[in-house]
């Protein structure tokens, strides 16, 4: 079965600040990667996916993903910032089985102003 | 274009009490599945249905119960609330093979006192 590890449970940065958020996965198998984001008392919300091609993924609020095959690794990241990205971040795989994705157990990200 | 829709948002119940949580989807997705959301612990599917008349049990299913009688409506019963089974429920429509997406709706925040 597959796992995932996300590495940072709270982080807590000022706005402009530079965001890495990192994630781990175990299955040796072709992937698909996601990368959620849930606001304070919202859903869950697409941010960006990786199914194949291009390692480093574009997604929505000037986010993206880098898929490192080699590190089974699919860290987040955000040159810059903002208060609005104050939210929950939840990194996810599915492996080759039918049984849904896997999720990370979640990075709690604090932007203060 | 309503997506994925759960009701309710709210539920109290009392421990011993049943109820179903529903689940409707218009984006006629043969892939539906359920998950728990715990603080800490990320997301966990519950059950997951690849098709009507299909289902089968993801990583947390004891006390849940699940049907699909149709593509759209995939319905997740509580037999007898526990207090264990306070938590966020979210549905979610899609992503149940390669290069798809799921997506994921409101969600129904249940407390069993």
């Known amino acids: 079965a597959q796992s995932v590890s996300q590495h940072n449970h709270h982080v807590i940065l000022s706005e402009a600040a530079s965001l890495e958020l990192g994630c781990n996965y175990s299955?040796?198998?072709?992937?698909?990667l996601f990368w959620y984001v849930q606001y304070p008392g919202q859903h869950l919300q697409l941010l960006l996916k990786?199914?194949?091609?291009?390692?480093l993924v574009k997604g929505i609020k000037g986010f993206e993903a880098e898929f490192i095959k080699s590190k089974f690794s699919f860290n987040l990241r955000k040159p810059s910032v903002q208060w609005s990205d104050t939210a929950e971040y939840f990194c996810?795989?599915?492996?080759?089985?039918?049984?849904?994705?896997?999720f990370g157990k979640g990075t709690h990200l604090i932007i203060q102003p | 274009n309503a997506g994925v829709t759960q009701t309710p948002k709210f539920q109290v119940l009392k421990t011993g009490q049943s109820m179903t949580l529903q689940c409707a989807q218009d984006m006629n997705h043969e892939y539906m599945s359920w998950y728990r959301q715990d603080p800490g612990m990320g997301l966990r599917l519950i059950h997951y249905?690849?098709?009507?008349?299909?289902?089968d049990q993801g990583e947390v299913p004891n006390g849940y119960n699940v049907s699909r009688s149709t593509t759209e409506d995939f319905p997740l019963r509580l037999l007898s609330a526990a207090p264990s089974q306070t938590s966020v429920y979210f549905c979610a429509s899609g992503g149940g093979t390669a290069n798809t997406e799921a997506f994921f709706g409101q969600g129904t925040r249940l407390t069993v006192v």
């Open positions: 299955y040796g198998g072709t992937v698909n």
């Open positions: 996810a795989v599915r492996g080759g089985g039918a049984d849904g994705l896997t």
């Open positions: 249905s690849v098709g009507a008349g299909i289902t």
């Open positions: 990786y199914f194949s091609g291009d390692p």
